[in-house]
């Protein structure tokens, strides 16, 4: 099962939008809502920021938000700040029963 | 307050076995599916295996089955993932995670991790 891709980095200023793509195959991503997002500052255990496309485990501002559409997952996060700067993977339930990961995206705010 | 604590990780021989422990409280262990991430130093999670709540189904990434064994006891809110024939890709911070309840597919407790450093 080969890793979802992620671009390797985004960056944007505070206030500003950044947007994460999360592409995989109709085995995995095109296949089911299972699709998640986490996020992990440095030296860090990874936390669950989206979970089945576009929840929001509770506690997690509503700055985060995913979509969807065919094969690709996106995260995007709004009115950036500080705080949000971190590593953020994209996950996916896959039709045979495991899961993926993708390759993980360094957000730097500027 | 929910947590997963590893324990079990250390310095191993190519080649040799090595168990990890998973001990869980502040939520009902039994209810929930438990599954094992790793991470090599500076490189992104890869999913290593799960267990369900009634160690019913067991699976595993290619890249360990048949050498990776996952198991679990409800009466002792632990989970384990038995290591055998390690090599020197396996050297990761082995996490163990708990899936979200029903047909909920993400992870939403994660263990501080335990360290597995495969070398000779």
């Known amino acids: 099962q080969s890793a979802l891709t992620q671009p390797p980095s985004v960056s944007g200023s505070p206030g500003q939008s950044v947007t994460i793509s999360c592409t995989g195959t109709?085995?995995?991503?095109?296949?089911?809502?299972?699709v998640s997002w986490y996020q992990q500052p440095p030296g860090t255990a990874p936390k669950l920021i989206i979970y089945e496309i576009n929840n929001r485990p509770s506690g997690v501002p509503d700055r985060f938000s995913g979509t969807k559409s065919g094969n690709t997952a996106s995260l995007t996060i709004s009115g950036l700040q500080a705080e949000d700067e971190a590593d953020y993977y994209c996950s996916s339930y896959t039709s045979s029963n495991t899961y993926v990961f993708g390759t993980g995206t360094n957000v730097t705010v500027l | 307050e929910v947590q997963l604590v590893e324990s079990g990780g250390g310095l191993v021989q190519p080649g040799r076995s090595l168990r990890l422990s998973c001990a869980a409280s502040?939520?009902?262990?039994?209810?929930?599916?438990i599954h094992w991430v790793r991470q090599r130093p500076g490189k992104g999670l890869e999913w290593v295996s799960g267990?369900?709540?009634?160690?019913?189904?067991?699976v595993y990434a290619d890249s360990v089955k048949g050498r990776f064994s996952v198991s679990r006891d409800n009466a002792w809110n632990s989970a384990y993932l038995q290591m055998n024939s390690l090599r020197l890709e396996d050297t990761a911070l082995y996490y163990c995670?708990?899936?979200?309840?029903?047909?909920?597919?993400?992870?939403?407790?994660w263990g501080q991790g335990t360290m597995v450093t495969v070398s000779s």
């Open positions: 267990i369900s709540w009634d160690s019913g189904s067991k």
């Open positions: 995670v708990k899936r979200l309840s029903g047909d909920t597919r993400a992870f939403d407790i």
């Open positions: 502040g939520f009902t262990f039994g209810d929930y599916a």
């Open positions: 109709r085995s995995d991503v095109g296949s089911n809502k299972g």
